[in-house]
């Protein structure tokens, strides 16, 4: 139930900001058009990894089944949002694959990408979307992370099964995020972050036992 006067809504217990939206609109009383639907079962179903985080519960589905109901076609919006690439972003995913390295007896995987990497991928640096997702594909790997050299910082992408919290590992960094995902920049050397990172994950992993 929505509150009688909203100043700042927030709700952690939404699995997205599409899910608060629908139920602001129904709310109001606005009409559900085709075109508002498919906007926001995008915003679902990118912030629930089409529906497979942990973070998909009964009132995101319902909110789904409804934004179907009104037209919208899961398989078509995949193919807008996950099948449109260019063919230098797979050029760009072999250098990320060929980068993996594993610690930790194969629990945690780090992944690089340079400037040569997209000067000779011709990719550009907003195509590294979900790219740090693929060492999670790997059963041994609990943890993952991407370092990219972005002009003068290096961007870093940490994602997590359930044992590290990367959201707080990433506060360490001053970056943030949520415990299966956070994020953080840094002015540091690309070699120097990727061990201070490696070393506090490890941490983090021993921990967990």
Same mark, same amino acid.
């Given at each position: ?36 639907? $498919? @906007? #926001?079962?995008? &915003?679902? *179903?990118?912030?629930?990894?089409? =529906? ?6 009964? /009132? ?73 997702? $693929? @060492? #999670?594909?790997? &059963?041994? *790997?609990?943890?993952?992370?991407? =370092? ?6 290096? /961007? ?54």
């Amino acid at each position: 139930m929505l509150p009688a006067t909203i100043s700042a809504w927030i709700d952690p217990s939404a699995a997205a900001t599409g899910v608060m939206v629908g139920e602001l609109i129904d709310a109001l009383g606005w009409p559900l058009k085709k075109e508002i639907a $498919e @906007a #926001l079962m995008a &915003a679902i *179903v990118t912030d629930t990894g089409w =529906l497979r985080f942990a973070n998909t519960d009964g /009132r995101c589905l319902r909110a789904v089944a409804r934004w179907t109901d009104a037209g919208v076609r899961p398989d078509v919006l995949y193919r807008r949002i996950h099948q449109n690439d260019r063919p230098e972003r797979l050029r760009l995913l072999v250098r990320v694959l060929e980068s993996m390295e594993f610690y930790f007896a194969g629990c945690l995987a780090v992944m690089t990408l340079r400037q040569a990497d997209f000067v000779e991928t011709g990719a550009h640096t907003n195509e590294t979307e979900n790219m740090v997702n $693929e @060492a #999670l594909r790997i &059963a041994t *790997v609990e943890s993952a992370i991407l =370092l990219v050299q972005n002009g003068d910082c290096v /961007r870093v992408n940490l994602r997590s099964r359930d044992r590290v919290n990367v959201a707080r590992l990433a506060g360490r960094f001053g970056g943030g995020g949520h415990r299966r995902a956070a994020g953080l920049r840094s002015t540091e050397d690309i070699e120097t972050l990727k061990e201070r990172l490696v070393e506090a994950c490890g941490q983090a992993l021993s921990e967990s036992k």
